[in-house]
């Protein structure tokens, strides 16, 4: 059964996590620690169920085409994942559990935010392609 968690905001962008892990490492701790708490509490009351396997596909609303994309995506991605450990919902997010990562784009200028869709495979760690 696919799930899908409606993150109601904007991740900062890859500039914006580098210049804060510049000016000191507790910086960008003390916030990936509140954006993965952020998702985890989000994944439990949406009431995402547990899966074994997923393909995660993510879906970002932006305001506007002023960020690229890959600025968008690979900043956001592992507080969203690690939200989603932390939360039950995913037991790692280690090659066993996660089978594919997509991202999509999507400019809504009056709701941006982040869509999350977990979509369960029944891949074998082990079996053939």
Same mark, same amino acid.
């Given at each position: 059964? %696919?799930?899908?968690?409606?993150?109601?905001?904007?991740?900062?962008?890859?500039?914006?996590?580098?210049?804060?892990?510049?000016?000191?490492?507790?910086?960008?701790?003390?916030?990936? @620690?509140?954006? %993965?708490?952020?998702?985890?509490?989000?994944?439990?009351?949406?009431?995402?169920?547990?899966?074994?396997?997923?393909?995660? @596909?993510?879906?970002?609303?932006?305001?506007?085409?002023?960020? &690229?994309? &890959?600025?968008?995506?690979?900043?956001?991605?592992?507080?969203?994942?690690?939200?989603?450990?932390?939360?039950?919902?995913?037991?790692?997010?280690?090659?066993?559990?996660?089978?594919?990562?997509?991202? @999509?784009?999507?400019? &809504?200028?009056?709701?941006?935010?982040?869509?999350? %869709?977990?979509?369960?495979?029944?891949?074998?760690?082990?079996?053939?392609?």
């Amino acid at each position: 059964m %696919t799930q899908t968690l409606v993150i109601e905001s904007r991740f900062p962008s890859l500039n914006a996590t580098l210049a804060a892990a510049k000016r000191h490492w507790s910086v960008y701790a003390k916030e990936k @620690r509140r954006l %993965t708490l952020s998702v985890a509490l989000l994944a439990k009351a949406q009431g995402l169920k547990p899966v074994k396997q997923a393909v995660i @596909r993510f879906t970002w609303y932006e305001k506007n085409k002023r960020r &690229d994309p &890959d600025n968008i995506s690979a900043a956001g991605k592992k507080p969203i994942l690690d939200g989603l450990v932390e939360a039950g919902v995913l037991k790692d997010d280690g090659w066993s559990v996660i089978q594919g990562l997509e991202d @999509r784009f999507i400019i &809504d200028k009056e709701w941006p935010r982040v869509e999350v %869709t977990i979509t369960p495979t029944s891949h074998q760690e082990n079996a053939p392609c």
